[in-house]
């Protein structure tokens, strides 16, 4: 049996593998894919933080990109991410990087906070850069329709999200298995996380601290993006906003990307979830997100690939597992605290974050890459990959924000329906509403923006 990797760990393992936007509409001409005998120039926003380090490190280590730009707001970081790149131009706001510099690169890579992403990412896309960008994709329900619409307006321009984790062979594996439906119909879904469990990324014990002046190399203005003006505290920022509501998705938000995308490749009929329900307590402070949570996220669809007209995924955080006995697997301890398993009227297949997969079948054991029938899976770089896209290469490319949002939407409607605990919510996507519960389509679908940072809206 393997061991599961840590976020750090794994981040250091795995080699292998403008300003006046807010409120216009865009439809500009499509932007022309980059030569494939020139550099891909890349902005990266967000230099250090919690992994733009390495999303930096790891796009730059491309033999055919130049890190052209440097954005952060944090003034340290910047100036220790040019000192690895002494040519490239820096800022602090990401609307100067592309009022003022915007022909000086051709593709963006956003590691910022979570509360910041659909604003710059959309920027982004408007200005037509493509996009590398961080999980998850988006913090808000309704910006997963704006997100929509601007990849709908901008088919040419090359997105990808962080989910680095699908370069493993085994969760690869994991989709062809559950496509060709060897295991027979889906009865439904089990996912956990073992998060939130980290006090470097999480306020886990909900302490508001007094507000203090923001450190001289802090810029609190520009790190707030489009959330409303509110001081300064340290139980915020670096690096531990996940566990606030304005800011963060805490666990099932920040880890969706990774346990989701499997289970949403594997059935393409899985496109929007009808009805939600989180079961948890209700939180104590509105100003944090609350675990420990169940959550059921449930799908109406009509093939013969499921057993019944509706599929649930059920995904909780704080590393609650679900019975073996229950869904038909012997006694024994799962591979990870962090697990995929899909149960199948013929077989259960069961996956770590890591890769490590099994398929059982009547009590039997198969590791799951021993599988009969299953390609070769060579190896791959994650951030490599987006790059050879954008340099024109036909890849296949996992996850373009197309497939983000199928993810992202499942995760956030967990999130979200915290807010209303132990009650279904029925959710219609295509209003962005909760049908049965008009507080919450007015509370939890979507946010104001602070003028000047709100996201570019497309046609």
Known sequence: ?????????????????????????????????????????????????????????????????????????????????????????????????????????????????????????????????????????????????????????????????????????????????????????????????????????????????????????????????????????????????????????????????????VIIYGYDELVSPIAVQTNCVKADNPLFHTHPCQSTITYAVNSDKFARKTFAIHYSDSAQPVSRAAIGLPPGNYASKNMTVVVCENGVLTLTEGGFIEVWRDGKLTKGLDMPGLPEFPEMNHWHSWVDKCLGQAITLRSPFKDAIRMTEAALLAVKATRFPNRELLWDKSTLSFTNQSEATQTIVRRAYREGFAPPVFA
């Open 1 to 261: 049996m393997n061991h599961p990797l840590s976020r750090r760990r794994f981040l250091w393992t795995t080699g292998i593998a403008g300003i006046g936007l807010a409120s216009t509409h865009h439809s500009f001409a499509q932007a022309p894919a980059v030569s494939p005998n020139s550099k891909l120039r890349v902005l990266c926003i967000g230099v250090i933080g919690t992994i733009g380090a390495e999303d930096r490190k790891q796009v730059a280590s491309h033999p055919s990109v130049e890190i052209a730009g440097l954005c952060d707001v944090d003034s340290v970081s910047l100036a220790k991410a040019a000192a690895d790149h002494p040519n490239a131009f820096t800022c602090a706001d990401y609307r100067e990087a592309f009022s003022k510099y915007g022909d000086k690169f051709d593709a963006v890579v956003v590691a910022t906070p979570d509360h910041s992403h659909a604003p710059i990412m959309l920027t982004a896309l408007a200005n037509d850069k493509h996009v590398y960008g961080q999980k998850p994709l988006v913090q808000q329900l309704e910006e997963l329709a704006l997100m929509e619409k601007a990849i709908a307006a901008k088919p040419n321009l090359v997105t990808q999200v962080g989910n680095q984790r699908m370069v493993f062979p085994g969760r690869r594996a994991a989709v062809e298995i559950l496509r060709s439906g060897v295991l027979g119909k889906a009865v439904e879904a089990h996912v956990w996380v073992n998060s939130p469990n980290d006090r470097a990324y999480f306020n886990l014990d909900r302490v508001v601290e007094n507000p203090v002046p923001a450190p001289a190399h802090l810029n609190w203005d520009l790190w707030l993006c489009g959330n409303e003006a509110v001081p300064y505290r340290p139980g915020i920022a670096p690096t531990v906003w996940r566990s606030w509501w304005d800011y963060g998705t805490n666990g099932l938000g920040d880890w969706g990307c990774h346990v989701l995308d």
